[in-house]
C-alpha cells in the first residue's frame, strides 16, 4: 500500500488550526503500555518474522497453542512472548484463555 505526504505549500504554514496543532504536539505516536518484551524475545520475534513473514504472530499463537495442549509451560512462554512481541492483542487473548484453563 503505498504511503502519500502531502507537504504544506509555505514551510512555516500548517494547514491545522494552531490551537489543535499545539494540542497534538504531545501526543504519541504509538501506545507502548502494558507489558514491555524482553531484548532476547524481541531478537527472537524479529528472526521469526523474517522467516514467516506476515504470518508470523500466527505462527508463534500456534506453536504456543501445542506447547500449552503438551502442558510444556515453558515453551509455551517463549512462543507467547514472540507472539506478544508481534501481536500484543493476539498474545493477550491467548494469555486469557491459557488462564481460563482451554
Partial sequence: ????????????????????????RFLPANDNRGKQVQSAHLHAALR???QYGLAAADHARQQAIIASDAG????????????????????RQIDDSAQAGG
Fill in 1 to 24: 500500500m503505498p504511503i502519500r505526504f502531502a507537504a504544506s505549500l509555505k514551510r512555516s504554514h500548517c494547514r491545522m488550526p494552531p490551537h489543535m496543532a499545539r494540542a497534538q
Fill in 72 to 91: 510444556d509451560r515453558q515453551t509455551f512462554e517463549w512462543w507467547l512472548e514472540i507472539c506478544r512481541a508481534l501481536d500484543r492483542r493476539m498474545a
Fill in 48 to 50: 521469526h518474522f523474517a
